[in-house]
């Protein structure tokens, strides 16, 4: 394991677009609902306006498109459940499972700390046998990211003390991550499936990686 990874108390991870590659189920699961909760298609442009954000902010995306609360309501509701029926089509990042194992074999915890819900996050978890000591999902918090409440939630829920949140290694795909990580004081590592690097470091990442080998070579 890398010097970098072996200093650290605790390891948060993203989930969409870090752990699970679930950004196009998302953006087809909204699709899906969208057309058949209004009975028109959305278009792609305003579509791929979602990815990376959290359900507060496409809710106000949609509001400005002129649909009523109910409707919303209706179609974001929609969207969760084709999401869960197709859970088992979401392939996990290589190597992802092996890091995860790793930190489990080191004795360093680690949690998810996500925009999805928790409901989502823990039906796909079960197909891959994986374990989190924390799931922070849209439910367990007020403010999502770029605020660093998520962050400091799942640190609380692996009982790593404030004075300790250097030592906690978050890990995401998105600028507003990078920064709401920061915000929350831990280091932020930069996983390069949605941004590039330049883009991540420029956020505040303190190291980027392109594949989860990086992190458990060494």
């Not at 009523?68 to 179609?75: A, C, F, V």
Request: aromatic content about 6%; glycine content about 6%; hydrophobic content about 40%.
């Amino acid at each position: 394991m890398v010097d970098f990874l072996a200093k650290t108390k605790a390891v948060l991870f993203d989930f969409d677009g870090v752990i699970a590659k679930s950004h196009s189920a998302h953006l087809k699961a909204w699709k899906i609902s969208y057309q058949e909760m209004t009975g028109t298609n959305i278009s792609l442009q305003e579509l791929n306006k979602f990815e990376g954000l959290s359900i507060k902010s496409i809710r106000k995306h949609l509001a400005q498109l002129n649909l009523s609360k109910n409707l919303i309501d209706e179609i974001t509701l929609k969207k969760e459940k084709i999401l869960l029926e197709n859970t088992q089509e979401i392939e996990p990042y290589p190597s992802i499972v092996i890091l995860c194992n790793e930190l489990n074999n080191a004795n360093i915890p680690w949690g998810i700390v996500s925009n999805s819900s928790c409901k989502f996050i823990e039906a796909w978890l079960v197909n891959q046998w994986l374990e989190p000591g924390c799931i922070i999902g849209l439910e367990c918090y007020k403010e999502p990211k770029p605020s660093p409440e998520p962050w400091l939630k799942g640190a609380k829920m692996l009982n790593i003390r404030l004075s300790h949140h250097r030592d906690i290694l978050g890990i995401e795909d998105s600028i507003r991550g990078i920064r709401s990580l920061k915000k929350a004081g831990m280091r932020a590592c930069g996983f390069t499936s949605s941004n590039s690097k330049n883009d991540l470091i420029s956020a505040g990442a303190d190291i980027c990686i392109d594949n989860f080998d990086q992190l458990t070579q060494g």
